[in-house]
């Protein structure tokens, strides 16, 4: 069974940062699209954002600015950098492996709570 494992979720102030991490296996890590969604209660999940295994980033529009994705080859890690957090920022963060060509393949981690508020 594939395990993308998080860590670094937590409670912060707004206006803060915290960093996110996701490791993965090494298999999945160098041949799949890693990203970071979230979701907050009462909402559908959404992707904050992905980084292809070629580099090119994709993000949402609302965190544009403020998060950064980055992947550690060495590491098999994934991170998402967020800065100035805004209490709207506050959900549950889900890494995912995402690879598709002729099929879908697709992995998740079990989730890592931010909490935005003073």
């Known amino acids: 069974q594939v395990q993308l494992v998080e860590s670094g979720g937590g409670l912060v102030q707004p206006g803060g940062s915290l960093r996110l991490s996701c490791v993965a296996p090494?298999?999945?890590?160098?041949?799949?699209?890693m990203g970071w969604y979230r979701q907050a209660p009462g909402k559908q999940r959404e992707l904050v954002a992905r980084m292809s295994s070629d580099g090119t980033t994709t993000y949402a529009d609302s965190v544009k600015g403020r998060f950064t994705i980055s992947r550690d080859n060495a590491k098999n890690t994934v991170y998402l950098q967020m800065n100035s957090l805004k209490p709207e920022d506050t959900a549950a963060y889900y890494c995912?492996?995402?690879?598709?060509?002729?099929?879908?393949?697709?992995?998740w981690g079990q989730g890592t709570q931010v909490t935005v508020s003073s």
């Open positions: 090494r298999s999945i890590f160098l041949f799949y699209a």
């Open positions: 995912n492996a995402l690879f598709v060509s002729v099929s879908r393949s697709e992995y």
